[in-house]
C-alpha cells in the first residue's frame, strides 16, 4: 500500500492517538514489588502517580482530584523495565499453540513478510496498550527504515520509554 510507505504511518484519526491528560492516579492496595532489599515487598500499598511520574508509595495515600484505580489482590512494579518484548508479535496472539503448525517459529515465519510500517506501529500500540512503559523492544523483523520510524513512533505515541534494537534477521 502507498500510504503505508509514506515516512509518518501514525493512524490518529482511528485510535486514541494522543496520550490521555495525565492527572494525578493513585494505584491503590496493590502487592507493591520494589526490588529493592532494604524496602522490600509492600503489601496493601499504594502508588500516587502524576503527569507519569511516580510521587510517591505507601500506604493510605491522597491526592486532591486524583482518580483511583483498585489492584487489591495484583501486584505493582512501578519502574518496571521490561527487557524482553517484540512488540511486533503482539498480532499473533492466539495464533501460536501446541497444534502442528502453529508454534512460535513456523507462525512468525509465516506472518513475518506480510508486515508494513503501519502493522509495526499499531502492533507496538497494541502492545503497549498492556500498560508496561519502559521497554527494550527486540525487533527481528525490521526490513527497512520505514518500518523501524513506525515502531518508534506508536512507542513515543503511546507514552513508553522505548529503547528499540534493530536485530538482523
Ligand atoms: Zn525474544
Known amino acids: 500500500m502507498d500510504d503505508e510507505k509514506a515516512s509518518v504511518v501514525r493512524d490518529t484519526d482511528r485510535v486514541a492517538g494522543r496520550l490521555p491528560a495525565r492527572d494525578h492516579l493513585i494505584i491503590r492496595d496493590g502487592y507493591v514489588i520494589t526490588m529493592d532489599p532494604v524496602v522490600g515487598d509492600l503489601p496493601e500499598t499504594d502508588v500516587l502517580v ?33 527487557t524482553h518484548w517484540h512488540l511486533w508479535n503482539s498480532f499473533m496472539r492466539g495464533l501460536i ?7 512460535y517459529f513456523t507462525v512468525k515465519r509465516g506472518l513475518a513478510p506480510f508486515y508494513k510500517p503501519l502493522d509495526f506501529y499499531r502492533a507496538a500500540r497494541l502492545a503497549l496498550a498492556e500498560a508496561v512503559t519502559t521497554i527494550h523492544n527486540w525487533d527481528h523483523n525490521l526490513r527497512t527504515p520505514a518500518d523501524a520510524d513506525a515502531n518508534i513512533m ?16
Do not use: C, H, T
Not at 70 to 75: E, H, L, V
Not at 97 to 103: E, L, V
Not at 154 to 169: E, K, N, Y
Open 50 to 82: 502524576s503527569d507519569g511520574e511516580i510521587l510517591a508509595i505507601g500506604k493510605g495515600l491522597s491526592a486532591e482530584g486524583a482518580y483511583e484505580i483498585s489492584a487489591r489482590g495484583m501486584i505493582v512494579l512501578p519502574g518496571f523495565v521490561d
Open 97 to 103: 499453540g501446541n497444534r502442528p503448525g502453529r508454534d
Open 154 to 169: 506508536a512507542q513515543f505515541d503511546m507514552g513508553a520509554w522505548p529503547l528499540l534494537v534493530w536485530l538482523p534477521r
